[in-house]
């Protein structure tokens, strides 16, 4: 469990140096390889969007509204991320961390900011306990598959 | 941000959102995580607000299930209930998910990546 019961904490090991993640954390052409396309400029205060897949069983609309808080280069980059979606009150601050290891690089990414109280949010987790899990989806693409 | 409609706690799962949505609470919950079941003095040390405050704080941990309450001698010793936190754990998956994908996502592209 992370610090916070309203946090998500994800890292991953790169056999990749520090400066080659950065590059693919802060160039737009890389970053929408892997997260999505969007506007994005390495400097304080500067304001991008975003679109991507919307993740349905959250209410996550897809749009985000994206800020840059604070970086330091090949170490921390940390970002604003709002919902643009209708009625998504969600405000998430992302903190992306790099630690060198051995000939690579552990990247953290810290998800802060996750509203026990947003009614969306709820309604999620109520439709997530309600039986619509993974399980749900798996079995349809199974039987999609045999058509 | 608009004003939001105050919570009805009707189901236990409300109850449980409703208890989590207080930093104050939220912060109980870590110490007993954190340090293991502990009287209630040790636990109000820890916050600067009055007594009669913290323990409604407590009795809405209770209610949703989070904490329970038992006596040893002459203190109430409180500590965690694991399983609706467990729920709680559950409700971001789907946000986990995403990330783990697009981290395995940023591995491949790395990959591709002529070293600079």
């Known amino acids: ?147 | 941000m608009p004003p939001r409609p105050p919570v009805v706690a009707e189901s236990i799962e409300d109850r449980v959102f409703a208890a989590l949505s207080s930093p104050v609470r939220r912060e109980v919950l870590r110490l007993l995580r954190d340090g293991g079941p502990q009287p209630v003095r040790q636990l109000a040390d820890q916050f600067a607000m009055a007594r009669p405050s913290f323990s409604e704080h407590l009795r809405v941990l209770r209610e949703a299930g989070l904490v329970s309450e038992r006596k040893e001698g002459r203190q109430r010793l409180y500590r965690l209930e694991p399983v609706p936190l467990a729920d709680v754990q559950e409700w971001l998956t789907p946000y986990e998910r995403f990330w783990r994908e697009r981290m395995a996502a940023l591995g491949d592209v790395l990959d591709r990546m002529e070293d600079a």
């Open chain 1, 1 to 147: 469990m992370s610090q916070d019961l309203t946090t998500i904490e994800v890292d991953q090991f790169y056999p990749h140096p520090p400066s080659k993640v950065w590059r693919a954390l802060t160039e737009p052409e890389l970053i929408a390889q892997w997260l999505m396309p969007g506007d994005f400029r390495l400097e304080i205060g500067h304001r991008y969007t975003m679109r991507s897949r919307p993740v349905a069983a959250t209410g996550f609309s897809g749009l985000v509204e994206a800020e840059v808080l604070a970086f330091e280069p090949e170490k921390l980059l940390r970002l604003a991320w709002r919902d643009a979606g209708e009625g998504n009150t969600a405000d998430w601050t992302l903190t992306w961390t790099l630690h060198p290891e051995g000939h690579g690089t552990r990247l953290i990414l810290l998800h802060e900011g996750f509203d026990p109280d947003d009614p969306l949010q709820r309604q999620a987790h109520t439709i997530m306990n309600g039986g619509w899990r993974t399980g749900v989806p798996k079995a349809l693409a199974a039987v999609l598959a045999t058509w």
